[in-house]
């Protein structure tokens, strides 16, 4: 022991180098602030969702300033976040009965109501969620029921849904290609086509400023549904892949821009980011933000910025931003933050915008958390 004791001693140990890292090595977010919500409330009142229960696969804006998502996993819980100053927490609504995945197939209707589709479990049916009972105090949350409403398409799940305000229908997709329609007043499906018997297509869905929908076919041939002549109107518009890409390559997120009415899309294969003008049939790719694959989700600021993911599974998401005046693509960097907890986040699968402009992003690894961003108020110029 005296031996080792004595080597140890003479051993000459590295040196901590005398320079330091300058802000160009930062790879976290460090353009406006990032923080993170666990699914429980406020931390220490209540059981989080289970590991493995817990990726969040769905969010979307309610009312009352609430955040409301779904996750995927061994089973599969509706959530809500509560941006009050008494709630700031979450509350985990309950199991989804019979769901193992909710996979972009939140929405809310004109009244404020959630409804949702299955994406993975017993049956792909539609599930309705009455937000009227919710209700987050300092010590306290209260919550209604989740209730199973139809299998829109029986045998099929539901990969993707959308909501009409306006005309009180959804729009939905599924696993098979499947594009139809629900009446929520009728509470029936009103339509239905198939896009796609190969399931060569992409398995989103995306509404313009007209009320007109968008679908993703074969080698990412971009399809219309025109509202107006209620009935899908193949283009020969083609979403940019890299070349020779077309058959294996599919969009994963989209977006409506109204501060610009474009149409923002990201590919799953390439992670390419591209736009489309449904008033001119125009395409362009923007750009790759990162080496990884995949774009997994997308939002628009309150600004018109749009923000989105870059990362595949098993990597490191980048948060990235593409502004619509100034044309600049900004890889943001890794997502990190030590408020409420430590941690780093890997792998997100939805996004969407708050009220006030705060961006939520959800974290979809075995154990998940709900990420808020802040983008910071730019500078006013002087004139």
């Keep these: 022991m005296r031996d080792l004791e004595k080597e140890l001693e003479k051993r000459k140990w590295p040196e901590k180098p005398q320079f330091g890292i300058g802000k160009n090595y930062n790879v976290y977010v460090s353009y406006g602030r990032v923080e993170n919500r666990s ?9 989080p969702i289970p590991p493995g229960e817990c990726a969040i696969t769905s969010l979307c804006k309610g009312k009352g300033r609430k955040i409301y998502g779904a996750t995927s996993g061994n089973k599969s819980h509706l959530f809500y976040y509560s941006f009050s100053p008494e709630g700031d927490g979450v509350c985990d609504i309950g199991i989804i009965e019979g769901a193992k995945a909710v996979k972009n197939s939140l929405c809310v209707d004109k009244n404020g109501n959630i409804w949702g589709g299955v994406s993975d479990g017993e049956k792909g049916y539609i599930f309705f969620y009455d937000t009227s009972e919710d209700y987050m105090r300092e010590t306290w949350t209260h919550c209604g029921e989740i209730k199973v409403v139809l299998e829109p398409i029986p045998k099929e799940f539901i990969v993707y849904l959308i909501c009409n305000e306006e005309r009180d229908l959804l729009y939905g997709l599924t696993n098979e290609g499947t594009f139809f329609i629900y009446d929520i007043s009728k509470n029936e499906v009103i339509n239905k086509w198939q896009i796609d018997k190969n399931k060569l297509f992409s398995p989103v869905i995306v509404k313009d400023g007209k009320g007109d929908v968008y679908l993703f076919g074969a080698f990412g041939q971009i399809l219309k549904y025109s509202i107006s002549e209620e009935r899908i109107i ?13 058959f294996y390559d599919r969009v994963s997120s989209v977006c409506f821009n109204k501060y610009d009415g474009f149409i923002y899309g990201g590919t799953n294969v390439d992670g390419i980011f591209f736009s489309f003008n449904p008033e001119t049939n125009f395409v362009r790719m923007i750009g790759k933000i990162t080496p990884e694959k995949d ?3 997308l939002t628009v600021g309150k600004d018109g910025t749009v923000y989105g993911i870059s990362g595949e599974k098993d990597g490191m998401a980048h948060l990235f931003s593409y502004n619509i005046d100034t ?18 986040g890997y ?3 939805s996004a969407c915008t ?3 402009g705060e961006i939520y992003l959800g974290e979809s690894d075995r154990i998940s958390h709900l990420f808020i961003y802040f983008p910071p108020i730019p500078e006013k110029k002087n004139i």
Excluded: M, N
């Design 39 to 47: 699914l429980r409330l406020f931390q220490s009142l209540s059981e």
């Design 354 to 356: 708050g009220d006030f």
């Design 327 to 344: 044309y600049s693509l900004t890889d943001l960097g890794l997502l990190y933050t030590t408020i409420e907890i430590p941690w780093h």
């Design 234 to 246: 193949p283009t020969d518009i083609y979403v940019p892949f890299l070349k020779g890409r077309a």
């Design 295 to 297: 774009i997994p989700c």
């Design 347 to 349: 792998e997100f699968s």
